[in-house]
Nanobody
Framework: QVHLVESGGGLAQPGGSLTLSCAASGTGFSIYAMGWYRQAPGKQRELVASMTSAFSTDYADSVKGRFTISRDNARNTLYLQMNSLKPEDTAVYYC????????WGQGTQVTVSS
């Protein structure tokens, strides 16, 4: 019932920053825990950041202190502010509920390279 569209990815240099956005259509966004996930070729999809409906946050150790998740319920939008980017952050980034449902969006590619 919910449709998710990620945007904001691109090419960044090591140490640079990007902001990702996830626009959600449908109903119920404000009551769901949400997360940002990423997947690189040959690797499993991993959860990198999450936020509950009460705005409690959690981060993977690999991004802690560098990434910030936020949500704007009035706009049905989830954000991921990515700072101090590293080459190992290169992946396709997806948003979804936490725990995820099968309705994945197209994702947005993040590439970190000199």
């Amino acid at each position: 019932q919910v449709h998710l569209v990620e945007s904001g990815g691109g090419l960044a240099q090591p140490g640079g920053s990007l902001t990702l956005s996830c626009a959600a259509s449908g109903t119920g966004f404000s009551i769901y825990a949400m997360g940002w996930y990423r997947q690189a070729p040959g690797k499993q999809r991993e959860l990198v950041a999450s936020m509950t409906s009460a705005f409690s946050t959690d981060y993977a150790d690999s991004v802690k202190g560098r990434f910030t998740i936020s949500r704007d319920n009035a706009r049905n939008t989830l954000y991921l502010q990515m700072n101090s980017l590293k080459p190992e952050d290169t992946a396709v980034y997806y948003c979804n509920r936490r725990p995820p449902v099968p309705s994945w969006g197209q994702g947005t590619q993040v590439t970190v390279s000199s």
